[in-house]
């Protein structure tokens, strides 16, 4: 059974850091595409990156223009983990953050996003940026 767990949310000053983590059971996350998206309230979900497989494809990551520069997506084989580390946070990036993935073959990154809608989402974690 394919499960997403993500943690690692929390209340954060403006300017500081928080490592969201992802982790797979059931299945290698290094054989799926994974992406990060984020919900703030009274907004529609958006994608915020999106990290390439590392088996049959190039590994890349891609992020939204918002967080570009401040976010990094990046892969722990051994923890069958995939963590988005949030640096320089404001306001502006309070939401409840998601990872997802999906099996389809026609399943990929697209820039930041996703071709399709994921099948597969974590319960998602919350992230306030407040002073």
């Known amino acids: 059974q394919v499960q997403l767990v993500e943690s690692g949310g929390g209340l954060v000053q403006p300017g500081g850091s928080l490592r969201l983590s992802c982790a797979g059971s059931g299945f290698t996350l290094d054989y799926y595409h994974i992406a990060w998206f984020r919900q703030a309230p009274g907004k529609e979900r958006e994608g915020v990156s999106c990290i390439s497989s590392s088996v049959g494809s190039d590994g890349s990551a891609y992020y939204a223009d918002s967080v570009k520069g401040r976010f990094t997506i990046s892969r722990d084989k051994a923890k069958n983990t995939v963590y988005l580390q949030m640096n320089s946070l404001q306001p502006e990036d309070t939401a409840i953050y998601y990872c997802?993935?999906?099996?389809?073959?026609?399943?990929?990154?697209?820039?930041?996003?996703?071709?399709?809608?994921?099948?597969?989402w974590g319960q998602g974690t919350q992230v306030t940026v407040s002073s």
């Open positions: 997802a993935t999906d099996d389809r073959s026609n399943f990929y990154c697209s820039g930041y996003g996703t071709t399709l809608v994921p099948d597969y």
